[in-house]
């Protein structure tokens, strides 16, 4: 069984230009989360796809966008990056026919540096 | 709206020693569950524990125990004999089970170093 993986680990970008994370779910999961990890902060929630439709979103403008593949494997897009959007961005699987409390496993993370 | 405090941005113990780190927690669902997660240098958040709102005893994982108070809305991480490995960032968080779906709101977290 593989865990959940993420790429790139690093990533510099400038102001304003996009960026695409990607994220490969664990073996037989369907949803997959995304949060934004700031430095010195935990992780916040930016939106969850579920058999690839978005089912949740959090508090993110909507340059902010994701897709959700039939393998169930997901991407964040940022576009027009800003400054403030440097930070570890966390990908995180989870089935609806798993354990009663869902249990989200968590990828290394991506952290994108914006200069 | 779910909210989660920790207040201790740091802990120090030395190795052997138990440990507490502390989560309040406030939430308008009834049914709801408490997760902690440890997170090393390397990012990867690493799951320790999970108390369901309506389970009647704390939670245990090895060395892990969750003390689980109800009434006064906390989830207090107990690790006993403390490891070097130990050292990391741990974050207390919560999942609403009422939600259409299923995500988890953080605290910012407590940074816990282990000394020999």
């Known amino acids: 069984e593989t865990g959940v993986t993420q790429s790139p680990t690093h990533l510099i970008k400038t102001r304003g230009q996009q960026v695409t994370l990607r994220c490969s779910s664990q073996?037989?999961?369907?949803?997959v989360s995304w949060y934004q990890q700031a430095l010195g902060q935990g992780p916040q929630f930016i939106f969850q796809?579920?058999?690839?439709?978005?089912?949740g979103r959090g508090n993110f403008p909507p340059r902010f966008s994701g897709l959700q593949f039939p393998n169930y494997s997901s991407e964040l897009n940022v576009n027009a990056l800003e400054l403030d959007d440097s930070a570890l961005y966390l990908c995180?699987?989870?089935?609806?026919?798993?354990?009663?409390?869902?249990?989200?496993?968590f990828g290394p993370g991506t952290r994108l540096t914006v200069l | 709206a779910q909210k989660i405090t920790q207040t201790q941005p740091g802990m120090f113990v030395q190795e052997k020693e138990a440990v507490t780190l502390d989560c309040t927690y406030d939430?308008?669902?009834?049914?709801?569950?408490l997760f902690w997660y440890k997170q090393p240098s390397s990012g990867e958040m690493i799951f320790l524990i999970y108390?369901?709102?309506?389970?009647?005893q704390n939670a245990t994982e090895g060395r892990y125990s969750l003390n689980f108070q109800k009434a006064r809305k906390s989830a207090n991480l107990v690790i006993s004999a403390s490891q070097l490995g130990d050292s990391a960032m741990y974050f207390c968080a919560m999942r609403g089970m009422n939600s259409g779906y299923s995500t988890l709101t953080f605290g910012k977290g407590t940074m816990l170093l282990v000394s020999p």
């Open positions: 995180a699987s989870s089935s609806t026919s798993a354990s009663s409390y869902n249990e989200q496993f």
């Open positions: 073996s037989g999961h369907n949803t």
């Open positions: 108390q369901g709102s309506y389970d009647q």
């Open positions: 796809y579920y058999r690839e439709e978005e089912n």
């Open positions: 939430t308008s669902d009834p049914s709801y569950g």
